[in-house]
C-alpha cells in the first residue's frame, strides 16, 4: 500500500457543483493531516488542517476517518477559481537508526477542473 | 512581510556543472526542507534540516548536498552526479513539533532546466 494515495483525477465539473476528493494513507500512527492547493507552476498552499471532529472552512469541509485511514475533502458550491491540484499530506512515521522519525508526505495530488 | 524566498526562479545548467539553490527565510522557523518535483509526481524529499548545523538525507539525496549555516537559510546544491536534475524545486519551512507534525509553508521554487 502506498504511503498516501490519491485518484488524480482530473475531476470535470460545472460551476456550483459539490465535489469531493479522498485520500487514503499507510500509517496507523500518523498524526497531522492537511489539503494543500497547487495551482499550475506554483508552489503548494495550505488550504487546511484536517482535524479529528473534522472541520469547515467556508465552503471547503475536511473529514478524517482514522478506522478506515482516509481523510476526506468536500468543496460545495465549486468556483472557476477553485481548479487547481489538490494535494493531501499526512505525516509518516519510518524507522530509522534514530528510532521512528516522522515527516509530512505529500500524495501525487487529485487535479480538479471547474468549468463555465 | 514574513515568508520564504527562493532564487533564481528559472536556472539553466550545462550538464557536468554544479549549481546552487538560494533558499531563505523570516518566519524564525527552526526546520526546512527542499523538494523537487517532477510532471505528474507527487513532491519527494531530498534534504531536511530541523536545527542548525544539522541536517538529514531525504528519500532522494544522491546528487545533491546542503548547508544550514544559519537558521535562515539552507541552500540546496545540485551536483553534476545528479543523473536527472531537470526538475522544479521547492523550498519549505515549519515551526517543527517532533514528529514531522507541523504545517510546512513554501517558497515560490526554482526551475531549473539542464541543456
Known amino acids: 500500500r502506498k504511503e498516501v494515495e490519491q485518484d488524480p483525477g482530473p475531476f470535470n465539473v460545472p460551476e456550483g457543483a459539490t465535489v469531493a476528493f479522498n485520500c487514503t494513507y499507510s500509517?496507523?500512527?500518523?498524526?497531522?493531516f492537511f489539503w494543500y492547493r497547487q495551482d499550475c507552476r506554483k508552489e503548494p498552499k495550505l488550504l487546511m488542517s484536517?482535524?479529528?471532529s473534522g472541520n469547515e472552512d467556508g465552503r471547503f469541509t475536511a473529514q478524517l476517518n482514522r478506522a478506515s485511514q482516509y481523510i476526506s475533502l468536500l468543496i460545495r458550491d465549486s468556483k472557476l477559481s477553485d481548479s487547481a491540484t489538490y494535494l493531501c499530506v499526512v505525516n509518516i512515521f519510518r524507522a530509522s537508526n534514530e528510532g521512528s522519525q516522522g515527516n509530512l508526505i505529500f500524495g501525487k495530488g487529485t487535479k480538479l477542473s471547474v468549468k463555465p | 512581510d514574513g515568508g520564504i524566498t527562493q532564487s533564481p526562479k528559472y536556472l539553466f545548467r550545462k550538464e557536468g556543472q554544479n549549481v546552487t539553490l538560494s533558499c531563505e527565510q523570516n518566519?524564525?522557523?527552526?526546520?526546512m526542507y527542499w523538494y523537487r518535483q517532477d510532471p505528474g509526481q507527487g513532491l519527494r524529499l531530498i534534504y531536511y534540516?530541523?536545527?542548525?548545523?544539522?541536517?538529514q538525507k531525504g528519500d532522494i539525496a544522491e546528487g545533491y548536498s546542503v548547508s544550514r549555516e544559519k537558521k535562515e537559510s539552507f541552500p540546496l546544491t545540485v551536483t553534476s552526479a545528479q543523473k536527472n536534475p531537470t526538475a522544479f524545486y521547492l523550498c519549505?519551512?515549519?515551526?517543527?513539533?517532533?514528529?514531522?507534525?507541523?504545517?510546512?509553508?513554501f517558497g515560490p521554487g526554482t526551475r531549473l532546466t539542464v541543456l
Open positions: 500509517n496507523s500512527a500518523s498524526q497531522s
Open positions: 518566519l524564525n522557523h527552526d526546520a
Open positions: 519549505a519551512s515549519s515551526i517543527d513539533r517532533p514528529g514531522g507534525r507541523d504545517t510546512q509553508y
Open positions: 484536517v482535524y479529528s
Open positions: 534540516s530541523q536545527i542548525v548545523n544539522d541536517f
